[in-house]
Nanobody
């Protein structure tokens, strides 16, 4: 089992920045991919950004150029730096990790961007 805990969410004005962190504990099996999803009220959960063990990254078009995902394998942590936030970025942000084809999820952290 892999446990994930997100932190760093909060309330920010449009144009501001937040940095989310996701710490992993439990099984030390190799995580091939870690990422961030978000879910806005009344909408489906969507991919925000992901990073592979080798460092390859993938971003949703809506966040390209504003968000940066990174991972620290030594600390078993993945980060999401969010800049130039807009109200449409509001939602619950979930950390995910893929281990041997199984996806694990954190409980989520709320991000609210006010206009």
């Amino acid at each position: 089992q892999v446990q994930l805990v997100e932190s760093g969410g909060g309330l920010v004005q449009a144009g501001g920045s937040l940095r989310l962190s996701c710490a992993r504990s439990g099984s030390m099996s190799t995580i091939s991919l870690m990422g961030w999803y978000r879910q806005a009220p009344g909408k489906q959960r969507e991919l925000v950004a992901a990073v592979t063990l080798g460092g390859s990254t993938n971003y949703a078009d809506s966040v390209k150029g504003r968000f940066t995902i990174s991972r620290d394998n030594a600390k078993n942590t993945v980060y999401l730096q969010m800049n130039s936030l807009i109200p449409e970025d509001t939602g619950v942000y979930y950390c995910t990790a893929r281990v041997v084809g199984v996806y694990y999820w954190g409980p989520g952290t709320q991000v609210t961007v006010s206009s």
